[in-house]
């Protein structure tokens, strides 16, 4: 999710550890807030990026009008290139957007307020669609139905402080992360549909967690090094640490759109199940048996607890029984009250857990519940960088090393090398391009511009994913920043005396113009 932030660093190809600062810095290094400039203010700032695993502009051209069974066929393209372009995956989407919000978004001097809205989605359709659209029903073989679906929105607030020193920069961001959408759908056990050859079945649980308000907490941390008399700097991060976010709290944002009258879906602790089932699907039993016997879909809402949590108790020696239990006698299965819950719909899930259908629970019953809780972790990230600046040649080059720590909403645990080049030799205007090599990607392309109305600066990027040419790219990057940047001076730098020469020389000046100006 964080393969560029802003216009500049998407031209960079992302090798920007140690080349941002200001309010831009956040995020990527703290520790640069202050590097450059004394003081940033966001005016607009918007990065999306959209992609996929398969499809781009020849592979379309390839495969439409194509034959893909007459081998003899001037068109013919073969259906297994496009099983081995996609593996064992199914067809898979991504979208990603961070939009900082304008006015709020600003660095002075040692310190920065920043505020963003970060969207992610992703959708990956079951391996299944593919396999019978290529190759249709095979006999007795189990098609993949697993289906996975990630989506998050959220504002990331964030309170930053760089210190400088002699030789380095020290800079922390403490974050409030406010949760304001997120939905998961995964699937356990196995998921198929299957072709015999006198009927069809299949089966699939799925799990689907909503999270309407959420909050978290992250801290970044970041050090970097002045720059030395070579032109080098080198710069280290530590972006997203100690972060996740607990969804279904009654966070001020839950609150507001309760008072409004918003009904949200589900409760703190609740999850959607879905569950389907098709039993020896044929003409006869289509024509003599009830749809109930052939096609089964449940789906209701569960609270997912530890199978340890159950209690294990003697019916026989309570008055009164716990909503579902486990029977001392019986171990293996768990019980319930069936005008409460419905024994038959409690499912044992993969990992040990156990769904516990909510319908007829109150939220009393649901906060008496050591059920886990509804947490995302966020992407944590881990960067090192390197730049070396050529002033005569108005060149700056810089190589970021850079993982992911967890692999959440799109990010992987595979170190990825990112370098870049900004060339200055129009200082109102710079060129910018850089590359990204490894992960899913494989590679990620950038150029960038920009222009400098004095203070008032404007950067532009474009970017392509998995290629270097619009033709073979699987997606694009689009970047866009308007902001006011008060840059340092070497007034901080002069001395008393220099400031009373600068005085003097300013007034003898002015009296010069003016006698000018008379004796015309």
């Keep these: 999710m964080q393969h560029s932030q802003d216009a500049r660093m998407l031209g960079l190809g992302g090798a920007y550890t140690t080349l941002s600062n200001g309010y831009r810095a956040v995020g990527i290094n703290p520790a640069n807030i202050n590097v450059g400039t004394k003081g940033t203010v966001n005016a607009f700032s918007s990065y999306s990026s959209f992609s996929n695993n398969f499809l781009n502009i020849n592979r379309y051209n390839d495969i439409n009008g ?3 069974d007459n081998t003899l066929a001037p068109s013919y393209y073969p259906k297994q290139n496009i099983k081995n372009i996609l593996g064992d995956q199914g067809i898979r989407f991504n979208a990603n957007s961070i939009f ?4 709020l978004n600003f660095s002075k001097d040692n310190y920065a307020f920043t505020s963003n809205v970060i969207f992610y989605g992703d959708v990956e359709f079951p391996e299944a669609f593919v396999d019978i659209m290529l190759f249709g029903n095979e006999v007795g073989e189990n098609l993949n139905m697993s289906f996975d679906q990630n989506m998050l929105s959220s504002i990331e607030t964030a309170f930053t ?3 400088r020193f002699p030789d380095i920069n020290i800079g922390i961001s403490l974050k409030y992360l406010q949760g304001i959408y997120y939905s998961n759908m995964e699937s356990f056990g196995e998921s198929y549909f299957r072709t015999d050859t006198d009927a069809f079945s299949g089966s699939g649980n799925y799990l689907i967690k909503q999270g309407l308000g959420g909050s978290g907490f992250a801290i970044d941390f970041g050090a970097t090094t002045t720059e030395f008399e070579n032109g080098m700097r080198f710069g280290i991060s530590l972006i997203n640490a100690f972060s996740s976010i607990t969804w279904n709290k009654n966070t001020p944002l839950r609150k507001a759109l309760q008072n409004i009258g918003v009904e949200f879906p589900v409760r703190e602790k609740e999850y959607f199940f879905f569950r389907y089932e098709v039993n020896d699907l044929n003409i006869e039993t289509l024509m003599n048996s009830a749809e109930n016997d052939i096609f089964n879909t449940e789906n209701y809402k ?3 607890i530890d199978f340890s949590d159950i209690p294990v108790i003697t019916p026989s020696e309570l008055d009164e029984l716990p909503p579902f239990y486990i029977d001392e006698s019986d171990t293996e299965n768990i019980q319930s009250d069936d005008n409460i819950i419905n024994s038959d ?9 156990v769904a516990i259908p909510t319908e007829n629970l109150s939220d009393d019953d649901l906060s008496l519940f050591e059920s886990r809780p509804f947490k995302t972790d966020y992407p944590i990230f881990l960067r090192f960088g390197m730049s070396k600046n050529f002033p005569n040649e108005d060149i700056l080059l810089a190589a970021d090393i850079v993982t992911s720590l967890n692999n959440m909403f799109g990010n992987e645990e595979k170190w990825k090398l990112a370098v870049g080049l900004e060339i200055n030799k129009i200082p109102k205007i710079p060129i910018r391009a850089g590359m990204t090599f490894g992960g899913k990607d494989r590679l990620r392309f950038g150029l960038g511009s920009g222009y400098s109305f004095g203070k008032i600066k404007i950067d532009v990027a474009f970017g392509y994913i998995g290629a270097l040419k619009m033709a073979n790219t699987r997606g694009l990057d689009l970047g866009m920043n308007i902001f006011y940047d008060y840059k340092e001076s070497d007034e901080a730098n ?3 005396i220099d400031k009373i020469k600068e005085y003097v020389i300013g007034l003898f000046s002015k009296k010069e113009k003016v ?4 004796v015309e």
């Design 66 to 68: 194509s034959h893909m």
């Design 100 to 103: 900082a919000i304008p006015g």
């Design 161 to 163: 402080y760089s210190k």
């Design 302 to 304: 569960v609270c997912i």
């Design 345 to 353: 719909q409690i499912v044992v899930l993969d990992d040990g857990r």
């Design 494 to 496: 002069s001395t008393f």
């Design 515 to 518: 006698d000018v100006e008379l």
